[in-house]
């Protein structure tokens, strides 16, 4: 039959073509079940960092619920204590399962809902309160990681993937190079205004920022490990035949423990204050994590239109106010209630530490936080730095004794303290 005889012109069947062709893109983007081919690795990450929410409000109960026994145990004997661990480095493997899985740049951006993990764990397990700032941190991590998920492509597929010679020509690229000269020329001159004006108190924040930037570096080292384990180069010998393979996982280690001590000392800083550290690994942490998926593995470019990069960008800068929220919520429930306490003292209610009820544990904790300030003679001690709860590198003593404490941080994926 003619074209000029068919009901449509050539501009409509044109058209049609193009939306075919279209329509075939996206059904090659996805899996056979018609999934989008990054989905698995983004539910596996929030299994993850789940688990790693969990794991940490159970670290915390079994501190908490020791400090009270009248025979307390050392930390690692406490069964809730191991429990509590065992779950969180759960959830790291599912994290690292998840990066040979889905973009680093969309599992770096879902970070935050290990937050809200952790809030719902603490008000169900350690009967923490979770005032109406809270609440509204917990909603908007959920709309912000829902921003993120749409504004992400249907593939994220790119050329890399566990070859060795493609990571080596990314490590050895221009754009690496610089970025990582810029990153240390930062951290220098941050470190250098740190020595020099000490009255600014920047130590804290310089080592947050230190473990920031490496947490960069850590997050992307793993996820090549993961993608020489998960998904090796086909056609090719196995990748761990080769030394360069056991280079990368031992540079991920050496990463890792680095990211944990730069955290440590901020905790354990003379002008260390939890409040203000966390902000700064959490945000700047994502961010250059974001940074070094595209600089390595080029995942930005999938993007192919201007919605979706407004969706990604705006629901990862709605996230990163997320955290500066939530932490400005866990201030004002701390100021609450050491108010609170502080007015019972003042009326005689409570007048040594055994006045204190031993439940619920934020009640307690209050309560020994406001008395240890009456008692001390350190007039410089700030509200943020005597309540920072469980990270404080003072607390729990019943359970640590002479033990230096260490906290583990969350090397796979989200950042998560325990």
């Not at 501190?63 to 191991?82: G, I, R, T």
């Not at 955290?263 to 994590?289: H, K, S, W």
Request: aromatic content about 10%.
């Amino acid at each position: 039959v003619p074209i000029s005889k068919l009901p449509y012109s050539r501009t409509t069947l044109g058209t049609h073509a193009m939306k075919f062709s279209r329509a075939s893109e996206l059904l090659l983007a996805v899996g056979n079940d018609g999934k989008p081919d990054w989905l698995e690795g983004v539910l596996l990450c929030l299994v993850g960092s789940t688990f790693t929410g969990l794991g940490l409000v159970l670290v915390r109960y079994s501190l908490e619920k020791n400090a009270s026994s009248s025979k307390p145990l050392v930390f690692h004997k406490q069964p809730w204590w191991m429990l509590g661990v065992g779950i969180f480095f759960g959830g790291q493997l599912l994290n690292f399962v998840a990066m040979g899985m889905a973009p680093q740049v969309i599992l770096s951006g879902l970070g935050v809902w290990s937050m809200v993990a952790n809030a719902l764990f603490a008000k169900l397990i350690v009967d923490e309160r979770l005032n109406l700032l809270g609440m509204m941190m917990m909603f908007c991590s959920c709309v912000g990681v829902v921003a993120v998920l749409i504004g992400t492509p249907s593939s994220t597929s790119h050329s890399f993937t566990g070859d060795l010679q493609t990571m080596r020509e990314a490590f050895a690229g221009r754009m690496f190079l610089q970025t990582t000269a810029v990153l240390l020329t930062v951290l220098a001159l941050v470190w250098a205004a740190a020595r020099l004006r000490p009255r600014l108190n920047l130590g804290s924040l310089a080592w947050a920022l230190s473990s920031a930037v490496v947490s960069g570096y850590t997050v992307m080292l793993f996820k090549c490990v993961s993608l020489l384990a998960i998904e090796p180069a086909p056609s090719k010998p196995s990748p761990w035949t080769q030394p360069e393979a056991y280079c990368i996982l031992a540079a991920a280690a050496l990463a890792g423990l680095l990211q944990c001590s730069a955290m440590n000392l901020a905790l354990n800083e003379r002008d260390g204050e939890a409040l203000v550290v966390f902000p700064v690994a959490y945000t700047l942490g994502m961010l250059i994590q974001i940074l070094m998926g595209e600089v390595v593995f080029k995942e930005l470019e999938a993007f192919k239109s201007a919605r979706q990069m407004c969706f990604f960008w705006g629901g990862t800068i709605f996230l990163l106010l997320c955290i500066v929220l939530h932490m400005e919520a866990k201030l004002a429930l701390i100021q609450n209630l050491l108010a609170e306490v502080e007015k019972e003292i003042e009326d005689g209610g409570i007048e040594t530490l055994d006045d204190l009820p031993a439940s619920p544990a934020w009640r307690r904790r209050a309560g020994m936080l406001q008395l240890g300030r009456q008692k001390s003679s350190n007039s410089d001690a700030s509200l943020a730095s005597m309540v920072s709860g469980p990270f404080d590198p003072h607390a729990y003593p019943e359970s640590f004794g002479e033990w230096n404490r260490f906290y583990t941080v969350s090397i796979m994926g989200p950042i998560g303290i325990a």
